[in-house]
C-alpha cells in the first residue's frame, strides 16, 4: 500500500495492510494500483525529461527517471539550477519529487531515494556520501539485504571497506556488482527512452568507427535521411539528439537547437558538426541515432527565383543557429526598449530574430555607452542640494570637474519595491579636465534623508 | 614627369593591381570633406576590416570608441553609404560581439544605431570572439560586424579580412586595452586603424555640457598618410563635424535654449 501527504498525516505508512488501515481510519478512499497508468505515465515523464532537458532520459521503474546531464547543466545555470528548477517545475504539475546529481546512475538512484535532504549535489569523486546510505539504497534484491543485516552490515561504506572474495561468495556476485555500478568500476548505461512518434533514424555498424571524418560523414548521412522523414509528415525540427553508442555501451550526446524550425540537412549537418569533437569515440562507435525531440508544423516554400530581385532580408536563422550553439542560447540577444526611467531597467534582452517593433528610447535624453552594473562607488565633492560635483575620486585617482550638466531626476519604482517608494537618484553629466565624460548620480535628492543617503555613483562614460 | 594627371593615373593602375575583392562593393562615407578626401576610397571601403580603439584614458573602456564605431554602423545603415549599382543598400542587422556586458544599447541609439538593429553576443574570451566574427562576417546576411577585443593579431585580422572581402561585410575591431596594462603595440592586416580620444570641449556661454569633440587620428591607411582630424562627437545620425571655430563657419549649428 502506498500513502499521500494527508493518508500519512492520520497515521497511515506504506506497507501497511489494507485492512489495518481501514480499521484505523473509517471511510478511507482506496484506490487500486494501476501499475500499467504508473509505467505509461513514467514513460511520458521521461519523455518530457528528454524533450527538455538532456537527449539521455529514461524511466527507471517503478518511481524514477535517469537523466544523463553531463554537457547539458550549464544550460540551466549549474546543476543545481537544474535540480531546483526540474523539482519546481514538477511540484507545479503536482508530482512530489527528489533529485540526486552523482558520478554514476547509481550513486544518483541512492541519493535521491536515501539521502536527507530533497535535491543532493554530489561533488565528482566523492565517495563519502554514498558510503553513509544504507545497504538498500543499492537496488538490491531482499534476501541479499536481510543476508547483509543478518551479517551486521549497516551502512554502504562498510561494504566498500570489506574484503571482496568471501563476500561474493556469501551473497553472490550481485551485490558486488550494484556496489561496483554506483561506485563507477562497473558501466551502466542508460537507454533514453524516446516516444514512438518522435522521428529519429539510426544507423549501426557491423565494425565499429572512431576517425572524425567519418562520424562526419555519418552525421551527414543521418541528417539527410531525418530531414527526408521530416518532409513526408510536413514537420520542422526545432532540436536534435545524436547518440553515439560506444563499444563499451557507454551513450555520448549531441544536443543543438536552432532558433527556427528547419529541415535543411546542410544547415543541420554544420549545426551538428560543429560540436562532433567533443565526442569521445573510445575505442569505436557502433550505432549512431539521429532524433528530433522537438518539432512544429513547416510548410513547403517555393525556392527564391535568380530572376527577380530578393525583396526580403536574407535569412539569418542558420548564422544564429551557430551561434548559439557555440555560445550558448542566452548570449545572443537583441535589446528591446522598456519603459522605465531606471536606466538599468529601461531594456531586456529579447530573441534575436524576434520580429522588430521600431520601438526606441526617448532621444532627447543623453545615455552612456558604457554603463557599469553595478555602479561603482566614488567619493565626490558637491554643493546640495542639486549642484553638480566639482570633484571626485574613482579609484583613487581624482578627477576634476570642468562643465557639468543636470540634474536629471530618476524616482524610485514603487509600484516594484515599497523600499523604492522615496528613492530618489540625481543623474550629471560631467566632463573632466581631459575631455572625458562621466554618469555621476547621487542617491538622495539632497533635502529630504528617506530619498537616499547621498552617496555617489558612477554609472557610466559618455562617448 | 609628376604632374597631377600622371600621378592619377600611376595611382589608379596601383589600385587595380591591388586586392581586387575590396573594392566594388561601396564605402561608408564620413559626409566631411576633409576626412573622405584624405581617404583613397573617398569613405571606408565595406569588405574590408577596419580597426578602431580609444586612445589616452579612454583606451580601456572605449567609450568615445564604440561611439565612433556606433556612428559608422548608423551609416552604414542609413543612406550616407553608397550604394553600389544604384541599388539600396538592404537595411541588415549588425552583430555587435563582446566579452564584458558593458555596453549600453539607449547609448548606441544615440548614435543612430536603433535597437532593432544590433543583435548582441557574448563570447568567453578574445579567441571566442575572433571565431565568432570570422563566423558571422562569412554570413551575407549581416551589414556589418563589431568585435570587441584585446588583442588582434596578424593571422586572426587576416582570416577577418579574408572572409569580410568575400561576403562584403564590413568588419570592425575594437581595440580595448584590459585594465592595468600596458599598450600593445603590432600589426594586422586592417585596412584601416583609428584611435578617437576625447578632448575638452568648447565651453558654452551658460552652464552646461556641449557636444563632445574627439581627436580622431588616422594612424594608418593603406594608401594614405597618417592624419589626425579634431571634430565634433557623433550626432543623432552618427554624423560627425567639424567645430565651428576650425571649420571658419559661424556657429549657427551650436543654438542654445
Known sequence: MAVDARAAALGLRAGMAVAHAQALVPNLAIEEADLAGDASALQRLAAWCLRHYTPLAAPSPPDGVWMDVTGCTHLFGGEEDLLTGLAARLAGAGIASRAA????????????????????????????????????????????????????????????????????????????????????????????????DMPRTRQGFPEPVATPEDLARITALLAERLCEKLQQRGLGASRLDLVFQRVDGVAQAIRVGTAQPTRDAAHLTRLLGVQIETVDPGFGIDSVCLSAPLTSALGARQDVSELCVPSRAPDLSGLIDMLMNRLGPDRIFRMQPVQSDVPERCLRAIRPLAGAEGAGWPDRLPRPTRLFTPPCRVDAVALLPDHAPVRFTWRKRPYRVRRADGPERVFGEWWRDDAETWAVRDYFRVEDEAGQRFWLFRRGDGEHEQTGDLQWFLHGMFG | MSSPATLDALKSRIRLLERPSARGKGTVAFGIDQIDGHLPELGLPRAALHEISGGGPDAVHGAAASLFAAGILARLQSGLARPVLDRPVLSRPVLWCTTRQDVFAPGLACAGLHPDRVIHAVADDDTAVLLVMEEALRHPGLSAVLGEVARLPMTASRRLVLAAEKTGVMALALRRRPEGRPEEAGHNAAYSRWCVTPMPS??????????????????????????????????????LALPAELANRPAASRRVA
Not at chain 2, 204 to 220: F, K, N, S
Open chain 1, 101 to 196: 546529481v552523482a558520478d554514476t546512475p547509481g550513486a544518483a538512484h541512492a541519493l535521491a531515494r536515501h539521502a536527507a535532504a530533497p535535491i543532493t549535489i554530489d561533488p565528482p569523486g566523492a565517495r563519502a556520501s554514498l558510503a553513509s546510505l544504507p545497504p538498500a539504497a543499492l537496488r538490491l534484491p531482499d534476501e541479499a539485504l536481510a543476508a547483509l543485516r543478518t551479517l551486521g552490515f549497516d551502512t554502504i561504506g562498510q561494504l566498500m571497506a570489506a574484503p571482496r572474495a568471501p563476500l561474493a561468495k556469501r551473497l553472490g556476485s550481485a551485490v558486488l556488482h550494484r556496489l561496483d555500478q554506483a561506485l563507477g568500476s562497473a558501466p551502466e548505461p542508460i537507454e533514453p527512452a524516446a516516444p514512438a
Open chain 2, 202 to 239: 568648447s565651453p558654452l556661454p551658460v552652464p552646461g555640457i556641449g557636444r563632445a569633440r574627439w581627436q580622431v587620428e588616422l594612424t594608418r591607411c593603406r594608401g594614405a598618410a597618417p592624419k589626425t582630424w579634431m571634430m565634433e562627437a557623433c550626432d543623432a545620425q552618427g554624423r
